[in-house]
């Protein structure tokens, strides 16, 4: 098979021919379509990720055919037997375990789930782990209610835009903001009521007062900016918080978590049950995942420079060429 193998630091992916893999006991192997990056991929080949294995293909999204019936791939391994927290084995599929930037792939069974029906191979494989993250996020962590107020930082990347569509789809309210007014103007074509750029000087305050209060936050970054959302939230407020791509949380007010009672609750990709039940919602509200652009296979690299510039408005897909 062909695959895409990050082979060092700092270097360019490599597209060859490789030996197929052959399924372990419990796994299936999946002839990919189609495959989508995440932020993580492009952060594994800078050396942010902790035990680095070489070679590895990367990829945590992949939607393909197992014998003949599309399915699409949960990337959560081995999360364990709690529900409310993963276990000591639990792993992201694209590192250590070989990914879906490949033609062929090998992934547990009970990893597999079918493919929505409404959705092009492109944005299946755009769908599973930021809908997987989103969906945990903001339903099983900040118990999304309909009708209340959401606000989405940093919309364009592949959860904040999932995060957007379900809350839209749950009859949430929703408000984003972006560093971009571009894509605060795409978010609002999308549904969303309106945003802020946070790149300009007192924007929260000027949100707040146009807006109100918000009853839920999803958050992927951290950062100093973190500490400006507690503000703008309604007594009993939850802020679900997946990344921290801004780094540690300085200048964050306690008095203003204890005395309006706001949770902040942190959140990673999800349980086999989640994906499944992510998978029910997106089938039964319609819902599709925003593709940015499609690359094929072998311009791998080409859509991981589209990833660095950031410039991206929904997810990064990778053309596999099927099988017949």
Known sequence: MKALLLNALHQPLDFREIADPIPGPGEVLVRLHAAALNRRDWWITQG?????????????????????KPVVINPSLDW?????????????????DNGAFAE?????RKNIAPKPEHLT???AAALPLAGLTAYRALFTRCRLRTGERVLITGVGGGVALMAMQFALAAGAEVFVTSGSAEKIEKAVMLGAKGGANYQE???????????GGFDVV?????????????????????????????GKINGLSPQILFWKQISILGSTMGTNAEFRKMLAFVTKFNIVPVV?????????????????????????????????
């Open 80 to 96: 364990g037997d709690d529900p409310r927290f993963q276990g000591k084995s639990y792993r992201v599929l694209g590192l250590p």
């Open 201 to 211: 000087e007192g924007w929260d305050k000027r949100l707040k007062a146009d807006v």
């Open 292 to 324: 940015d652009s499609v690359f094929p296979l072998a311009d791998g690299n080409a859509a991981l420079k589209r990833m660095e510039a950031s410039g991206q408005f929904g997810k990064i897909v990778l053309k596999i060429t099927p099988f017949f």
């Open 104 to 108: 062929l792939i090998c992934v547990p």
């Open 121 to 123: 191979w492109e944005q």
């Open 48 to 68: 942010q990720y902790p035990k680095i294995q070489f070679p590895v293909i990367l990829g945590s999204d992949g939607a393909g055919k197992y014998r003949g």
């Open 218 to 246: 999803i958050d992927s970054a951290g950062g100093d900016g973190f500490a400006t959302l507690p503000g703008l939230c309604n007594p009993g407020a939850r802020i679900g918080i997946y990344g921290g791509s801004l």
